[in-house]
């Protein structure tokens, strides 16, 4: 399994502003991913994070908005840009070993933008 | 397209009782694998139990197993002797089988479950 982290927890933002969410995780994975979950809504994908590359993003979800890094396996972050309060979610990072199908989630952001 | 469709947005069970939530699926894909995953309220997500869709035995993880009718395209949960701890958000998930590892995730709307005293 994979333990996996994130920071910050929670935050409060200002319309118009950035925040930038940092994902670790405690071993070397193949896959990372990054969901987001609206209130009371399911999980929807944004975008898998690929290492040394850019990332795929899911229709409905651009770089502009959401870009995101990976500088290595065991790391990944994910800025929402210029936000909104459409943006307000919980925003979930998971991660798959490579030998392995099953994906681990990080504990969540929780952004809500004012 | 995948899609994961869970009818039961709420479900209430009785501590020590069964309780079975429902997932259906729809897929053009012939190798994938399927998940239920637990959400409480700290919102970390857990995974609860998974199936192999090649795999004809029905996956089981102590108190959880699970009905797989590959057929119909169905994926129920059963809890046997629901415990307080067992109240959370529930997803069906649904993945694709990739060639290195671990896939996206297609989630369900999820069912609340209560477990009650």
């Known amino acids: 399994s994979a333990v996996i982290s994130q920071k910050p927890s929670r935050d409060i933002c200002q319309r118009g502003t950035s925040l930038t969410i940092q994902c670790q995780v405690d071993?070397?994975?193949?896959?990372m991913f990054w969901y987001r979950q609206q209130p009371g809504q399911s999980l929807t994908l944004i975008a898998t994070?690929?290492?040394?590359?850019?990332?795929?993003?899911e229709s409905g979800f651009v770089i502009d908005k959401f870009p995101i890094s990976r500088p290595n396996l065991t790391f990944s972050t994910l800025t929402v840009s210029n936000m909104s309060p459409e943006d307000s979610s919980i925003y979930l990072c998971?991660?798959?070993?490579?030998?392995?199908?099953?994906?681990?989630f990080g504990p969540g952001t929780r952004l809500t933008v004012t | 397209a995948q899609t994961v469709t869970q009818s039961q947005p709420e479900m209430s069970v009785q501590e020590a009782e069964t309780v079975t939530l429902s997932c259906t699926y729809d897929t053009s894909e012939s190798n994938y694998y399927l998940f239920w995953y637990k959400q409480p309220p700290s919102r970390q997500m857990i995974l609860v139990i998974r199936q192999e869709a090649y795999k004809q035995q029905n996956a089981t993880e102590n108190r959880f197993s699970v009905n797989f009718q590959k057929a119909a395209k169905s994926f129920s949960l059963k809890i046997s002797d629901s415990q307080l701890g067992d109240t959370a958000m529930y997803f069906c998930a649904f993945m694709k089988r990739g060639r290195g590892g671990a896939n996206n995730l297609f989630f369900g709307t999820g069912t609340r479950l209560t477990v009650i005293p």
């Open positions: 071993s070397q994975v193949t896959m």
């Open positions: 998971s991660a798959g070993t490579p030998r392995s199908y099953e994906q681990y």
């Open positions: 994070a690929n290492q040394g590359s850019e990332a795929t993003y």
